[in-house]
């Protein structure tokens, strides 16, 4: 079966840094989109960054310049490096994949295209 596991969430102060992991295991690593997702309670969940298949690298622009996405093929793991962190990014982090047939079928946040998802990681930024 489909796995997904997210891990590295955790408590800091504003300011603060820290390093998301997602580790996948069960499809074809190579041929899928990878995205970070987050959800915060009562609010919708949003995009946060995106390694494609092919290379290509999206960010939200809530996050651009302060958050640092990368995957290793090889391992099957798509980190996530977090800094400067505020208090509006307290949320459950989720790591979710989408085959590149998708690729072209709307925006690389498209929640449409995910059809596996890890069960999330909770990163809670104290003021």
């Known amino acids: 079966e489909v796995q997904v596991v997210e891990s590295g969430g955790g408590l800091v102060q504003t300011g603060g840094s820290l390093r998301l992991s997602c580790t996948v295991s069960?499809?074809?690593?190579?041929?899928?989109?990878m995205t970070w997702f987050r959800q915060a309670p009562g609010k919708a969940r949003e995009g946060v960054a995106c390694?494609?298949?092919?290379?290509?690298?999206y960010y939200a622009e809530s996050v651009e310049g302060r958050f640092t996405i990368s995957r290793d093929n090889a391992k099957h793991t798509l980190d996530l490096q977090m800094t400067n962190l505020k208090p509006e990014d307290t949320a459950i982090y989720y790591c979710a994949a989408a085959n590149k047939a998708y690729e072209t079928s709307g925006s690389w946040s498209s929640l449409p295209k995910y059809h596996y998802w890890g069960q999330g990681t909770q990163v809670t930024v104290s003021s």
């Open positions: 390694f494609t298949h092919s290379g290509t690298i």
């Open positions: 069960g499809l074809l690593f190579e041929y899928y989109d």
